[in-house]
């Protein structure tokens, strides 16, 4: 493997673990004892949701439509994106990014509603 990608891998690890460690150290300090129950609640229920409904939804509807899109419209008999067409992944990148904006700004309003309630 190249250097610099491992080199990166571990930047991003370490990166991810350091924010991790930042927002569990400011749940702990910024949110009232009487407050963890329901948000350990929230917080397993939002993994059991997306284990038990979300993620084999996922897997079913991609399976659908590779089964249902011929393989030209998929690009290759593989279901491989067709190295000409880059729409595809910018699709993609769009939709991630709208998703990230708009949870990021769920959790800020329920975050101003918490603190108003406060």
Known sequence: MNAAIVWSRRVL???GV????WWAWLALTS???HWW???GIWLAGSVALNDAIIAPAVIVLG????VRLPALAR???QGQ??????GHVWVGVALRGAVMVLGTLLLVWLVALWSAAR
């Open 13 to 15: 690890v370490v990166g």
């Open 18 to 21: 350091a924010a991790m460690g």
């Open 31 to 33: 949110i009232p004892p």
């Open 37 to 39: 129950l329901p948000w």
């Open 63 to 66: 399976w659908l439509v590779l």
């Open 75 to 77: 690009g290759r008999s």
């Open 81 to 86: 994106v067709a190295p000409g067409s880059p």
